[in-house]
């Protein structure tokens, strides 16, 4: 790693393609900031892998890996119904689902070797494609998973109100809908043409349910960068449970324009965006780094929407510290809200007290908000130590565990579909 003019720059030596690097902050003291925070580690219940080759090859998890699951991705499906120019999968029509039994069967050996039930996200492909989703779902219930959200273009769930009903009936929880902008243009850049009626469908359909739902915003340099504070104020303004904005990769299929730019979105662009398009209403230090993780991965803020509509961050009448603890004790934000509200000790922000009965009135008919930024890897910015570290584990079919990122550079079959080789027209 080095600090130049653009930022943290990565550079890496391979025997095959020789040097090469990569920008992995825009903001080098942003940089320094989230390498040095400090960390809530748990360990994995588990490790399934005894070391041999050494970490990345003994996946599946190796004794060198830090910490547990707090979210398993389970793919049920290679389809999708959506031929999006950006697809970190590369997924296309061709495909395959896989059988009930086989993800039941995943998903119990898991949580045995967790030692219980974790977070899961349905993923594909478009998971809504599977004939038997929604079993999956209930026998999931039934075995104690009871946070489960399905990531989903919202294509089926726009215009079949039945499947969304049925889904929160078997115990779905809620919906991680993929929304990248309001803007025409930048929607066919990343998925191939406008699909702004369908996403305002979906999200109808599933509140109406009962589902909650949180934005997944890919972000693209050049393209929709620009546009994070309006996502973050339609879903606020839609009440929706959250936003979480992830960088566009160089993994599955992108168009061949993107692989020649330099620009990355890095957690210190994020940062110092949601502070510039906010018009500074909301901080950078109201982003705090995701504790349990490497603190580069990921960034939260926790806020409440009031009466009138506005976000207001609660690090600001909580202790970093009391907050970080809290984050890496709950992974349900429900949960979360539950432990701060049932009696917070003052703390001290500004050198002005603020109290639990102050922070009380605050959540008193509030509205639960998170704003979230997820900096994912590819074989360009691929960093072995946060690998090591962790959280996000995808489920594979024969029931280990990986860290997502690298299962996607390393591990995932490749797909059928041509990769795109110049944006859309």
Not at 19 to 29: H, L, R
């Amino acid at each position: 790693m080095r600090a130049t003019r653009d930022g943290v720059v990565m550079k890496k030596r391979c025997p095959r393609h020789g040097e090469f690097e990569c920008i992995v902050s825009s903001d080098v003291a942003a940089y320094e900031f989230l390498r040095r925070a400090p960390r809530v580690v748990r360990p994995p219940a588990r490790i399934a892998l005894p070391r041999d080759k050494g970490c990345p090859e003994d996946c599946g998890l190796c004794p060198e890996h830090e910490h547990r699951a707090c979210l398993v991705i389970v793919e049920v499906t290679s389809r999708c119904n959506l031929p999006c120019p950006v697809c970190l999968a590369g997924s296309s029509a061709e495909g395959a689902d896989l059988p009930a039994a086989q993800v039941i069967a995943a998903l119990k050996g898991m949580f045995l070797a967790e030692g219980g039930a974790t977070p899961l996200q349905y993923a594909g492909g478009e998971p809504t494609l599977h004939r038997e989703l929604v079993q999956i779902v209930e026998q999931a219930s039934e075995l104690g998973f009871r946070k489960q959200e399905v990531d989903s273009n919202g294509l089926l769930l726009a215009t079949r109100p039945s499947l969304a009903r049925d889904l929160r009936r078997a115990g779905l929880t809620g919906v991680y809908l993929q929304m990248d902008t309001l803007d025409p243009h930048a929607s066919t850049y990343i998925r191939g043409r406008d699909l702004l009626p369908q996403k305002l469908r979906a999200i109808e359909n599933c509140m109406s349910a009962g589902l909650q739902v949180v934005l997944s915003v890919t972000v693209v340099p050049g393209v929709n960068d620009h546009r994070v504070w309006e996502m973050i104020r339609f879903a606020a303004a839609e009440r929706l449970t959250g936003v979480n904005f992830q960088s566009a990769v160089l993994s599955g299929r992108y168009p061949a324009a993107l692989a020649r730019r330099k620009a990355r979105f890095t957690a210190g662009h994020f940062m110092r965006q949601v502070a510039l398009q906010s018009g500074g209403r909301l901080k950078e230090s109201d982003l705090m780094p995701v504790s349990c993780a490497d603190p580069r991965c990921g960034l939260i803020a926790y806020c409440l929407i009031d009466h009138e509509g506005e976000i207001v961050p609660i690090n600001e009448h909580l202790g970093a510290e009391r907050l970080r603890q809290g984050m890496a004790e709950f992974s349900e934000w429900d949960a979360l809200l539950r432990q701060i509200g049932n009696g917070v000790s003052c703390c001290s922000c500004g050198g002005e007290e603020r109290t639990t009965e102050t922070l009380g009135r605050l959540l008193d008919g509030a509205e639960c908000f998170s704003i979230g930024f997820h900096g994912m890897m590819d074989a360009w910015s691929f960093d072995q130590e946060r690998a090591r570290r962790c959280g996000v584990h995808k489920l594979t079919t024969d029931g280990k565990l990986m860290p997502f990122c690298l299962y996607n550079m390393k591990y995932r079959p490749q797909p059928t579909a041509n990769p795109v080789t110049g944006p859309p027209a």
